[in-house]
């Protein structure tokens, strides 16, 4: 019964460690990742672009950016709300290098879409700095 307790509390605390790291690095990914989605509710798409991580820009010429994202964000207008739904801390994610990444999925609303769910991956960049790999709205 001890050997398992011990086990068991042992477990825990090798988790404690780690999850305080994911909550730091959630923290320190969200501050850059909500600066990055004012630059598109401001309608600033080249200026996202040009934030966004390596593998972002590696992954879209700015060009193929802004009219993709343009076409997306015009037709449902202005942003009237957005608030974190959920942020998950990983070192890989499909089809992307293994690193250190964020995944936050934001329940927003639009003037011409009531409820929105928009997912921002950020990454953890080689400088140390945060910034978005990947953006989806559905």
């Known amino acids: 019964m001890k ?3 011990y086990a068991a509390l042992l477990a825990i605390l090798i988790a404690l460690p780690a999850h305080a790291d994911d ?5 320190r990914a969200k501050g850059p990742t909500v600066s990055w989605l004012s630059l598109t509710d401001t309608k600033q798409y080249a200026a996202s ?3 966004a991580a390596t ?6 010429s700015r060009h193929d950016w802004v009219q993709s ?3 997306v964000r015009s037709p449902i207008g202005a942003k009237r709300s957005r608030e974190v739904a959920s942020a998950t801390f990983s070192t890989t994610l499909p089809g992307a290098p293994d690193g250190e990444y964020v995944v936050f999925q934001f329940k927003s609303s639009f ?3 009531a409820s929105a769910l928009e997912t921002v991956t950020a990454m953890k960049q080689p400088d140390g700095e945060w ?3 990947g953006y989806f709205i559905k």
């Open 3 to 5: 050997l398992v307790l």
């Open 23 to 27: 909550s730091e690095a959630v923290e």
């Open 49 to 51: 672009w040009e934030s």
């Open 55 to 60: 593998l972002f820009q590696a992954a879209i």
């Open 69 to 71: 994202l343009s076409a």
């Open 111 to 113: 003037v011409n879409k």
């Open 131 to 133: 910034r978005v790999a």
